[in-house]
């Protein structure tokens, strides 16, 4: 399956340094459903240069947000990891409104041998 990792980035005004520690933590979720045979997708990874090139500060929903919302369009399922997160719940909202599953717990997602999505 494609899916989503979503949680807390920019949440409450954090720093530069919250934020790529936050970013860290995602990344980290998105290797172990990597290892688990998921293809997994963070909009973060893809806004982050194009914000950058734009010189604007990462922290910015200017970009982030709307490429995310897009994006996670593309996905099977979506993994919600971390505290609180507006941009995150926006993102949790769009799947349950199409029907795709949200995991909460990298235990509750299938095995990826028995996984049959594109």
Request: net charge negative; glycine share 8%; hydrophobic share 40%.
């Amino acid at each position: 399956m494609w899916i989503w990792v979503c949680g807390p980035y920019a949440t409450g005004g954090a720093d530069r340094q919250q934020r790529a520690a936050n970013l860290r933590i995602l990344n980290q979720a998105a290797l172990e459903l990597f290892r688990r045979g998921h293809t997994p997708v963070i909009g973060a990874n893809m806004a982050l240069p194009m914000i950058d090139a734009a010189g604007m500060d990462d922290a910015s929903h200017d970009i982030r947000l709307p490429l995310s919302l897009a994006l996670l369009e593309k996905c099977d399922a979506c993994l919600r990891i971390g505290g609180e997160s507006r941009g995150s719940d926006i993102e949790v909202d769009r799947f349950r409104a199409s029907g795709r599953p949200v995991f909460s717990s990298m235990n509750d997602i299938p095995d990826a041998a028995k996984d049959t999505a594109p």
